[in-house]
């Protein structure tokens, strides 16, 4: 099973690496971090990142697609990036399930899929 977690600056650790943790323990779980960009991606928490291994451009489908919450302001800045927006959407038309951890659900309404 391919599974996407999206990552952006300012995103809450827990609410990627909780996902991350459940399907990487099943072992029959491809998990990617994706990003608009590869490389670090700043928590909400300023102590420090996690790594995209992959941009937007290298993963066009997914079995599931997690969208993880972050500390208000910074959902607003993926919420009004139409790169991004157009990222979720394309993957939502490849998923099973298109999720969200707590407001990452603002992200996913944005994008039209709520």
Not at 3 to 28: E, H, Q, S
Not at 77 to 91: A, C, G, K, S, Y
């Amino acid at each position: 099973m391919k599974i996407a977690i999206m990552l952006f600056d300012g995103i809450t650790a827990l609410d990627a690496i909780g996902p991350y943790d459940v399907f990487a323990a099943t072992l029959k779980c491809e998990v990617k971090f994706v990003a608009k960009r590869k490389g670090l991606i700043k928590l909400d928490s300023n102590m420090g990142y996690l790594h995209a291994d992959y941009s937007f451009s290298e993963v066009t489908s997914a079995d599931i697609l997690v969208v993880p919450g972050c500390s208000p302001p910074n959902y607003k800045t993926p919420m009004n990036d139409e790169e991004t927006l157009n990222w979720i959407r394309q993957i939502h038309e490849t998923t099973k399930w298109t999720t969200s951890v707590c407001n990452g659900s603002l992200i996913l309404s944005a994008a039209g899929l709520l």
